[in-house]
């Protein structure tokens, strides 16, 4: 009697407006540090399989395209059923399916099925937490301040990890049970995060996909979304080949961990300014702003020689993209209606994620396999510079057709 009366306390912090805040950190926190302890190190894992380069960009191709599809159509059943723990409890089973059956495979062909597997459960994960959040905040400006939870479990994650795997009591292979472990942990959390539903049942109609293609149609919607898949390919090349990148240069498992925590401390102090970034100069700047910290990040990773100095370099890249994340979400979460919030999410994550990270393994794994990881890099530089470039074009195309909107009202 005693425990359930704890139990119910706990469940009635967390459906107050405080506590609902703290859920949603908590369920960032543990849904990034699950992926932590994974995905910076499949190509380093796929590497010691004796895989080429280029299956390994085909593999994390093949991850992001299927997060494409699966993301978007996941999300906007979320939407239509508005059942986003059960979906979100789906996902997560079946994530810990594929991870169960993964260290069993050994070529590439084995592999695969696996992969699409775990990358249709993966997607809409993120998409659900993203959305809940918005929701739940009064103003959704400070969304960063609770996302900075998935940050802070990521750092940490990725460093333990790292220091596992340098380990030889433990290896590559730990990176599994370490996957799973948190991924229970957050399924269990499912059941203090609250149900948020539509405030009017009556009053709000049910999401349609003539919603979804009205957003599409918005004035340069897709434009930005073009921006999006530009960064997210390249982006790709650092998921994919960075660790690889670090190895050849004679850095260890430690050291990549290291790197990442880096990254993520850049990452977090970018996600606390976030907010007032975001007021100031808006969405649109903030996407711009990030393409000229990864441009810059591009351009110093490649030419620097030593391990360590990589670790500066990080810090910096890290604010990139928590700038690309939040300016992109405040994007969408302007322009979307309410009722298709996660789809529209999703739409946005498939667009950077899914069909830029995907096209972006592709042509990084085949460079990485003919020239190497630094010219891939230094290639990538430029690629950024050239959508820094069109990022700020269309800016101004949008704010000239704002303008003449304006005098025409």
């Given at each position: 009697?005693?425990?359930?009366?704890?139990?119910?306390?706990?469940?009635?912090?967390?459906?107050?407006?405080?506590?609902?805040?703290?859920?949603?950190?908590?369920?960032?926190?543990?849904?990034?540090?699950?992926?932590?302890?994974?995905?910076?190190?499949?190509?380093?894992?796929?590497?010691?399989?004796?895989?080429?380069?280029?299956?390994?960009?085909?593999?994390?191709?093949?991850?992001?395209?299927?997060?494409?599809?699966?993301?978007?159509?996941?999300?906007?059943?979320?939407?239509?059923?508005?059942?986003?723990?059960?979906?979100?409890?789906?996902?997560?089973?079946?994530?810990?399916?594929?991870?169960?059956?993964?260290?069993?495979?050994?070529?590439?062909m084995t592999l695969l099925p696996i992969v699409v597997l775990y990358s249709i459960f993966l997607a809409p994960t993120n998409s659900i937490i993203t959305e809940t959040t918005l929701n739940a905040l009064?103003?959704p400006r400070d969304y960063s301040m609770v996302r900075v939870g998935g940050s802070i479990g990521w750092g940490i994650v990725v460093l333990i990890t790292g220091m596992l795997i340098n380990d030889p009591?433990?290896?590559?292979?730990?990176?599994?049970?370490?996957?799973?472990?948190?991924?229970?942990?957050?399924?269990?959390?499912?059941?203090?995060?609250?149900?948020?539903?539509?405030?009017?049942?009556?009053?709000?109609?049910?999401?349609?996909?003539?919603?979804?293609?009205?957003?599409?149609?918005?004035?340069?919607?897709?434009?930005?979304?073009?921006?999006?898949?530009?960064?997210?390919?390249?982006?790709?090349?650092?998921?994919?080949?960075?660790?690889?990148?670090?190895?050849?240069?004679?850095?260890?498992?430690?050291?990549?961990?290291?790197?990442?925590?880096?990254?993520?401390?850049?990452?977090?102090?970018?996600?606390?300014?976030?907010?007032?970034?975001?007021?100031?100069?808006?969405?649109?700047?903030?996407?711009?702003?990030?393409?000229?910290?990864?441009?810059?990040?591009?351009?110093?990773?490649?030419?620097?020689?030593?391990?360590?100095?990589?670790?500066?370099?990080?810090?910096?890249?890290?604010?990139?993209?928590?700038?690309i994340h939040a300016g992109s979400i405040a994007y969408v979460n302007k322009r979307a209606p309410s009722r298709i919030g996660i789809t529209a999410q999703a739409i946005r994550g498939a667009f950077q994620?899914?069909?830029?990270?995907?096209?972006?393994?592709?042509?990084?794994?085949?460079?990485?396999?003919?020239?190497?990881?630094?010219?891939?890099?230094?290639?990538?530089?430029?690629?950024?510079?050239?959508?820094?470039?069109?990022?700020?074009?269309?800016?101004?195309?949008?704010?000239?057709?704002?303008?003449?909107?304006?005098?025409?009202?």
């Amino acid at each position: 009697m005693q425990k359930t009366s704890v139990f119910s306390r706990i469940k009635d912090f967390f459906r107050s407006p405080h506590g609902i805040l703290i859920s949603m950190w908590i369920a960032f926190f543990l849904f990034m540090a699950s992926t932590a302890s994974f995905m910076p190190y499949t190509s380093l894992y796929y590497e010691s399989l004796e895989l080429p380069g280029w299956q390994i960009g085909q593999l994390g191709s093949i991850r992001n395209l299927v997060s494409l599809i699966s993301s978007i159509f996941l999300a906007f059943l979320t939407d239509v059923l508005q059942r986003r723990k059960l979906i979100m409890r789906i996902s997560i089973l079946g994530i810990i399916a594929a991870l169960m059956i993964f260290p069993n495979a050994t070529s590439f062909m084995t592999l695969l099925p696996i992969v699409v597997l775990y990358s249709i459960f993966l997607a809409p994960t993120n998409s659900i937490i993203t959305e809940t959040t918005l929701n739940a905040l009064d103003n959704p400006r400070d969304y960063s301040m609770v996302r900075v939870g998935g940050s802070i479990g990521w750092g940490i994650v990725v460093l333990i990890t790292g220091m596992l795997i340098n380990d030889p009591d433990f290896g590559l292979r730990i990176i599994f049970p370490i996957h799973i472990f948190l991924l229970i942990l957050l399924f269990a959390f499912t059941w203090l995060i609250p149900e948020l539903k539509q405030t009017s049942k009556s009053g709000i109609e049910k999401p349609t996909v003539k919603d979804v293609l009205n957003m599409l149609r918005l004035p340069v919607f897709l434009p930005w979304m073009g921006i999006l898949f530009l960064y997210g390919a390249t982006a790709s090349s650092i998921s994919n080949f960075l660790f690889l990148h670090i190895k050849h240069i004679g850095g260890s498992p430690t050291l990549m961990g290291t790197a990442i925590s880096v990254a993520i401390l850049g990452e977090i102090v970018a996600l606390v300014a976030a907010k007032r970034i975001l007021h100031k100069v808006g969405s649109r700047n903030m996407m711009i702003l990030a393409f000229v910290i990864r441009a810059l990040w591009f351009a110093a990773t490649s030419v620097l020689k030593s391990p360590v100095l990589i670790l500066i370099n990080q810090f910096i890249g890290g604010a990139s993209f928590s700038f690309i994340h939040a300016g992109s979400i405040a994007y969408v979460n302007k322009r979307a209606p309410s009722r298709i919030g996660i789809t529209a999410q999703a739409i946005r994550g498939a667009f950077q994620f899914g069909l830029g990270g995907g096209f972006g393994a592709l042509i990084s794994g085949a460079l990485y396999q003919s020239v190497g990881s630094t010219a891939l890099f230094r290639i990538m530089s430029a690629v950024m510079f050239a959508g820094l470039l069109l990022s700020m074009l269309l800016r101004r195309v949008d704010r000239a057709r704002e303008k003449r909107t304006a005098r025409l009202s």
